[in-house]
C-alpha cells in the first residue's frame, strides 16, 4: 500500500488531530518501510516485535510531531531504537558457564544430541547456516568464507559467533527426545 508524498503528509497531519481513520491507514502505509528498516537493523528473530512496538509508538506520539516532512525520519529512529532494546534484552540472561553446558550435554545419548543438532541448524536464518556450513562442515577458513561471500572478514567472524550462539542455545534449550522446536526466524 504505496501514498504518494502529499497523501502521506495529509494522513500524519489527520492523524495528528485525532482522526482514527487516517491514524489507521497511516500506520498501514508505513509497515512495508518500517519492516525494511527493521530487517536491517533488529535480528530477524526481533522485526515482527519492533515493527508492532514501533508503530504503537507512533500512534500514541503522533500528535507531538511537529512536522510532517520529519515522520519518516522519526519512524526509522523508533524503529532503531526498538531493535537495539530487543537485542540489549536478548542478552540480559546469564549464559552457561561452558563446563556446565558440556555437562548437559554430555548426559545425553549421541543420537538425541544428532536429531537435536540437525534440528538446530534447520532453525537457524539462512545466512546463519551459510556461514555455519562453510566453517565447521567445509572447513574453510574465515578469510575464504569471506571471499566466497564476498564480505569482511570481521562481518563472517561476527555472523558465525551469532550462529554457533543460537546453535548453544537450541541445543541447551533442548529437552532429551523433544520434537522439532519451532524455526527461529
Request: net charge negative.
Amino acid at each position: 500500500m504505496r501514498a504518494s508524498f502529499n497523501d502521506r503528509n495529509n494522513l500524519i497531519m489527520a492523524a495528528q488531530t485525532g482522526d482514527a481513520a487516517a491514524l489507521s491507514r497511516l500506520l498501514a502505509v508505513c509497515q512495508a518501510d518500517a519492516r525494511r528498516y527493521a530487517y536491517k537493523h533488529c535480528h530477524a528473530s526481533d522485526v515482527d516485535d519492533a515493527v508492532q512496538e514501533s508503530l504503537l509508538i507512533i500512534s500514541r506520539k503522533v500528535s507531538g510531531l511537529k512536522a510532517a516532512a520529519a515522520f519518516s525520519s522519526w519512524l526509522f529512529t523508533i524503529i532503531k531504537h526498538e531493535c537495539r532494546k530487543l537485542a540489549r534484552m536478548m542478552f540480559k540472561h546469564e549464559p552457561l558457564p561452558d563446563e556446565v553446558a558440556e555437562e548437559l550435554l554430555l548426559h545425553r545419548p549421541d543420537d538425541e544430541l544428532r536429531i537435536d543438532l540437525a534440528h538446530a541448524l534447520e532453525s537457524l536464518p539462512a545466512h546463519y547456516l551459510e556461514v555455519v556450513l562453510l566453517r565447521d562442515f567445509e572447513e574453510l577458513t574465515i578469510a575464504e568464507i569471506a571471499a566466497k561471500l564476498g564480505e569482511q572478514p570481521g562481518a563472517v567472524k561476527s555472523r558465525l559467533h551469532r550462529a554457533r550462539e543460537l546453535v548453544r542455545e537450541y541445543m541447551l534449550g533442548s529437552e532429551p527426545s523433544s520434537g522439532h522446536r519451532a524455526p527461529m526466524k
